[in-house]
C-alpha cells in the first residue's frame, strides 16, 4: 500500500532579526489511508508549523520551505504552486485548527462557510451546496440543522463551532485532516464529544488523521502512532502502545513523567524537567535535548543524533545515543 | 503522605453563602432583567496550611469565586471572614484602607504570567510596589526583601533589574507569584496558576507552591480546570457546576468515589496518557454544553445533562449536604435520610 502522504526531510525556517529559527528541522512523515498519527510535543517543538507547512499555509518568503519530498496521494506538492495548493487545500487535504472562535469567518453565516468549499471543488449549484451542508451539519451532531445553517458563528457555542469546523473539513470528502489541537480551547466535557466525532468520523468514512496535540491524554486515545517532537525534530517515533508503554527518548519518558495523571496517588511532588525548552535561534551544536537530560553523555554535546531503529523493535526510531536501560556514567 | 487537616479547628477563611450576580440590562423581547449569577451561594472553610482546589469547567463561576472573595467584584450576599492570630475579619464589610489592609493577607497569583505583570517595570519594581504601598522598610531593607523572594522563588536576584519580556512563561509566573508573597499573606488565591505553562514546566512551578506552603504554612484555594492537578496538590476539592458547589470531598475521597454525576462525568472525560487504559474505560459523554448562568433555573442546574435525571430534579434545587465526615454532595440522588445513616 503506498502512503497517502510522505514527507521527507522538510525543514521550515523563519529568518529573523536574532537569527535564523529552524522551526521544522528535518522533519519524515507518513501517514497510511485511514491511519491516525499523533505528533506531540510543547509548544515551541515545531508542530504547528509542520501541519501549516504540510497543507501549504506557511508563506515562502518570508519562510523559507525545503523538502526532498512532499507528496499526497501520488502527487509531489514540494514546488506546487497556489492555485495547485488550491486544488488540494480543503479538498483532500483538510485542516481543523485550534481556535474555533477565530478560524470561522464572523461575516458570513455556517451554511455560506460549508457551502464554499463544495461551490469551488465541486462545481455545486447554490441550491445543492446547501443541501449537502444541512446534511454535513446533522452529520457532525448540530441539532435543527436547516435552521442553523442561516446562523452566524457568534451564535454558536465553542463545542458547536468546533463541530462546524470539523463538518467544512469534511465537505469534499479528504483522504486526510489534520487537526492541529483541536480539543485545547475546548472543556474536557466538550472535549470528549469532539473526540468521539472524530473517532466515528475515522471509523465509518475512513479518513486518515493527523492529530495535533500536547495533551499525551488525548494522543494515547486516539493515535495509532505517536512522533514526539522537540525543537523542531521528530526525537521519538513508533506505536502509541510502545511509545507510552516503553518509551526509548529520555525527553518521551520525561515527558510522560512530568504529566500528572488522574490515576496517580494524590499528594507528592511533581517530577518536572528541569530547564527551559530551547531557543530555536540559537540551539545547541549536539542534541538539542541534552543541556535537561539526565542521561547526558559527552558525546550528546558534540553531535546531533539522528532518529534511527530501535534494536529489537523496528517500528520504533529514536534520535538518541544512549540507552537508558545501561546509561554509562548516569549522573 | 498528607494528612486531612481538620479544618474546623483552626479555619483561616470562611466563605459563607457568598452570591455574585451580575446585570445584564434588560432582555430586549421580554424586558424583563437579566440577572447572572456567577456564584450561587458558596460556603466552605479553608484550613491554615490546607489547600482547597476548586474545579469546574470555564464559566462555572470559579474564577469569578476568588475574585469576590479578595473583593475585586461586589459580593452581591454572604459572608467572607478572615481569621488571623484568633482575631475574625469581615473582608465583605471593610471599605477603602481597612479592605486594603486586609488585602495583605489575602493575595491572589493570576493566571497569565504574561498580563499580569506590568511590561514597563523592572522585577525589582514589581516586587517592591506592594512592600512601598504599605510603607514597609527603607528603600535599603526593600532592595535586600526583594532580593530574598526573588531566591525563595528560585530566580536569580542578579535579574533584578531586567523586564517581564526577558524571562520566560515560567519564570514569569515565579515572579508573580513573589509579588503575592511580598507582603507575608496567609492565603494565597491561585486562579488557574499553570494553565499557560508548558507541561514540563508545569511541574516546576506546582513544586515551588508545595516548597512555599511547607515552609511559610500557607493556605490556598488552588483554581484549575485541570483535574489531575488538583488532584496532586489539593487536601480538599470542590467541583463547581453553574455558580454552584455541587460536591466538596477530600482529595482522595473524590477521586475515588465521586458521587454527584457532574463529577462522575467530568472524572470519566479527562483523557489518561495511557493507551490501554483509554480506550478501554467506560466514557460518560455529556450531550449538550452548559447551560447559560443567566436562564431562570427552578430545579438542579444540572438537569439538563444528567443521565440519572428524575422528576424532582426539575422541580426542587438539591442543596450541598454531608453525605459523611469529609464528603458533600448536592444530589437528590443521595437523599438527607441516606445522608444521615
Not at chain 1, 461575516?107 to 465541486?122: C, K, M, N, S, Y
Not at chain 1, 534511527?308 to 536501560?325: G, I, S, W, Y
Not at chain 2, 471593610?94 to 493566571?111: A, C, P
Request: charged share 20%.
Amino acid at each position: 500500500m503506498t502512503a497517502l502522504l510522505d514527507v521527507v526531510n522538510l525543514r521550515t525556517s523563519f529568518p529573523t532579526p536574532s537569527g535564523l529559527v529552524r522551526a521544522v528541522d528535518g522533519v519524515n512523515l507518513k501517514v497510511e489511508p485511514g491511519g491516525s498519527v499523533g505528533i506531540v510535543g510543547e509548544s515551541g517543538s515545531g508542530k504547528s508549523v509542520l501541519s501549516l507547512t504540510i497543507m501549504g499555509l506557511v508563506a515562502c518568503p518570508p519562510a523559507i520551505i525545503t523538502a526532498d519530498k512532499i507528496e499526497f496521494e501520488g502527487r509531489d506538492l514540494s514546488h506546487a504552486s497556489q492555485a495547485q495548493w488550491r486544488g488540494v487545500r480543503g479538498n483532500r487535504l483538510a485542516m481543523i485548527f485550534q481556535d474555533p472562535m477565530t478560524s470561522l469567518n464572523p461575516f458570513l453565516t455556517v451554511g455560506d462557510q460549508l457551502a464554499e468549499p463544495l461551490i469551488v471543488h465541486r462545481q455545486a449549484s447554490a441550491a445543492d451546496a446547501r443541501n449537502k451542508a444541512k446534511e454535513l451539519l446533522q452529520r457532525v451532531g448540530i441539532p435543527a440543522a436547516s435552521e442553523r445553517l442561516d446562523a452566524y458563528p457568534h451564535q454558536f457555542s465553542g463545542g458547536m463551532r468546533q463541530r462546524v469546523m470539523i463538518a467544512m473539513a469534511m465537505a469534499c470528502e479528504p483522504a486526510l485532516i489534520i487537526a492541529d489541537e483541536p480539543t485545547t480551547a475546548l472543556d474536557v466535557t466538550v472535549q470528549a464529544q469532539i473526540l468521539d466525532l472524530m473517532r466515528e468520523i475515522r471509523e465509518s468514512a475512513g479518513t486518515a488523521f493527523v492529530l495535533i496535540t500536547h495533551d499525551m491524554g488525548v494522543a494515547a486515545g486516539f493515535c495509532d502512532e505517536i512522533n514526539v517532537m522537540y525543537a523542531g525534530r521528530v526525537v521519538e517515533r513508533g506505536s502509541t502502545r510502545s511509545i507510552f508503554r516503553d518509551p526509548r527518548h529520555p525527553y518521551t519518558k520525561a515527558l510522560l513523567e512530568s504529566v500528572p495523571r488522574l490515576d496517580d496517588p494524590p499528594g507528592g511532588r511533581f517530577l518536572p524537567i528541569p530547564g527551559q525548552p530551547p531557543d530555536l535561534t540559537s540551539l545547541p551544536v549536539g542534541c538539542s535535548y541534552a543541556p535537561r537530560c539526565r542521561w547526558v553523555q559527552p558525546g550528546c554535546l558534540e553531535t546531533a543524533p539522528t532518529l534511527v531503529p530501535v534494536e529489537n523493535d523496528p517500528a520504533r526510531t529514536k534520535a538518541c545515543f544512549v540507552d537508558m536501560a545501561d546509561p554509562k556514567g548516569q549522573v | 503522605m498528607k494528612s486531612i487537616i481538620s479544618t474546623s479547628a483552626f479555619p483561616v477563611l470562611q466563605v459563607d453563602s457568598l452570591r455574585v450576580l451580575f446585570d445584564q440590562g434588560r432582555d430586549r423581547a421580554t424586558g424583563k432583567r437579566r440577572i447572572l449569577r456567577a456564584v450561587d451561594g458558596i460556603s466552605f472553610e479553608l484550613g491554615k496550611g490546607e489547600t482547597l482546589g476548586i474545579v469546574g469547567e470555564s464559566g462555572c463561576g470559579k474564577s469569578t469565586l476568588a475574585r469576590a472573595i479578595l473583593r475585586l467584584v461586589p459580593i452581591a450576599s454572604g459572608s467572607v471572614t478572615l481569621s488571623l492570630d484568633g482575631k475574625s475579619t469581615r473582608v465583605d464589610q471593610q471599605e477603602g484602607s481597612s479592605l486594603r489592609g486586609i488585602r495583605r493577607h489575602l493575595q491572589m497569583v493570576f493566571q497569565d504570567p504574561y498580563a499580569s505583570l506590568n511590561p514597563r517595570m523592572t522585577v525589582g519594581d514589581i516586587l517592591a510596589e506592594p512592600l512601598i504601598i504599605f510603607n514597609i522598610g527603607s528603600r535599603k531593607d526593600r532592595m535586600g526583601m526583594v532580593q530574598d523572594l526573588m531566591k525563595e522563588v528560585g530566580l536569580d536576584p542578579k535579574h533584578v533589574l531586567r523586564y517581564p519580556h526577558e524571562f520566560s512563561g515560567g519564570q514569569r509566573q515565579r515572579i508573580g507569584i513573589a509579588r503575592a508573597l511580598a507582603l507575608n499573606p496567609q492565603v494565597l488565591l491561585c486562579d488557574e496558576p499553570v494553565s499557560a505553562l508548558d507541561v514540563s514546566v508545569r511541574s516546576q512551578v506546582l513544586n515551588l507552591l508545595l516548597d512555599l506552603q511547607e515552609r511559610r504554612g500557607l493556605s490556598y484555594l488552588f483554581i484549575a480546570h485541570d483535574l489531575a492537578v488538583v488532584k496532586r496538590i489539593s487536601h480538599r476539592v470542590g467541583v463547581m457546576y453553574l455558580g454552584k458547589m455541587v460536591e466538596l470531598a477530600s482529595s482522595d475521597d473524590l477521586y475515588a468515589h465521586p458521587q454527584h454525576p457532574y463529577t462522575q462525568a467530568l472524572l470519566s472525560a479527562i483523557p489518561v496518557p495511557d493507551p490501554e487504559i483509554e480506550r478501554s474505560r467506560e466514557r460518560i459523554i455529556l450531550s449538550g454544553d452548559l447551560p447559560s448562568p443567566s436562564d431562570e433555573c427552578v430545579g438542579c442546574a444540572f438537569a439538563s445533562r444528567c443521565r440519572q435525571v428524575m422528576a424532582r430534579c426539575r422541580e426542587v434545587m438539591p442543596i450541598l449536604e454531608r453525605k459523611d465526615a469529609d464528603h458533600q454532595v448536592a444530589c437528590h440522588l443521595y437523599p438527607s435520610e441516606s445522608i444521615q445513616a
